[in-house]
T-cell receptor
Framework: AQTVTQSQPEMSVQEAETVTLSCTYD???????LFWYKQPPSRQMILVIR??????QNATENRFSVNFQKAAKSFSLKISDSQLGDAAMYFC?????????FGTGTRLQVFP | GAVVSQHPSWVICKSGTSVKIECRSL??????MFWYRQFPKQSLMLMAT?????????EQGVEKDKFLINHASLTLSTLTVTSAHPEDSSFYIC?????????????FGPGTRLTVL
């Protein structure tokens, strides 16, 4: 069975600083996708970043980047130059066979 | 990005009644639509997967007779909560994946908050 673990229920960061959210997953597959989704107070799920497992290069989207360690089954999200608008729940998700399995989420607070 | 709408955004109903939630992909055709349930301060749990014109596939533990899913077209899926009870109160979110997309990206609706009295 595939599981996704986010060990940090809450994190906080000062505006303009950098924060890293952790995620580990368990799978026996070699080809899959990993995602980070953001859920602000509006509850709308927003895709932050996507990583394909067969790609060794870490994905980057502007201020968001991942550290993908396939052997360790680790997929952390780094947010650089944090902004007040980054405050939200962040969910790590594993995708195989078109089904998303979400982690329990990390609530990120951003302080001015 | 692709847009998914849900209607209604919130609904309050009495115990024992049925409630229908619509999920529409507005600017793309969804090969597959997904229904999730999210309890307060918890993660999203996949309830079922549906393909246009086919019966939905339900996840283990989800009662298919209580949560009826109809995927009538490539842009519309409905979830009907039959004989709703207070424990069905939750936030229901749908998503669709874009037909022909090379990525396994799901586009999410804004969710529907169901409160059963």
């Amino acid at each position: 069975a595939q599981t996704v673990t986010q060990s940090q229920p809450e994190m906080s960061v000062q505006e303009a600083e950098t924060v890293t959210l952790s995620c580990t997953y368990d799978t026996s597959e070699s080809d899959y996708y990993l995602f980070w989704y953001k859920q602000p107070p509006s509850r709308q799920m927003i895709l932050v970043i996507r990583q394909e497992a067969y790609k060794q290069q870490n994905a980057t989207e502007n201020r968001f980047s991942v550290n993908f360690q396939k052997a360790a089954k680790s997929f952390s999200l780094k947010i650089s130059d944090s902004q007040l608008g980054d405050a939200a729940m962040y969910f790590c998700a594993y995708d195989r066979a078109d089904k998303l399995i979400f982690g329990t989420g990390t609530r990120l607070q951003v302080f001015p | 990005g692709a847009v998914v709408s849900q209607h209604p955004s919130w609904v309050i109903c009495k115990s024992g009644t049925s409630v229908k939630i619509e999920c529409r992909s507005l600017d793309f055709q969804a090969t597959t639509m997904f229904w999730y349930r999210q309890f307060p301060k918890q993660s999203l749990m996949l309830m079922a997967t549906s393909n246009e014109g086919s019966k939905a596939t339900y996840e283990q533990g989800v009662e298919k007779d209580k949560f009826l899913i109809n995927h009538a077209s490539l842009t519309l899926s409905t979830l009907t909560v039959t004989s709703a009870h207070p424990e069905d109160s939750s936030f229901y979110i749908c998503s669709g994946d874009q037909r022909g997309s090379s990525y396994n990206e799901q586009f999410f609706g804004p969710g529907t908050r169901l409160t059963v009295l």
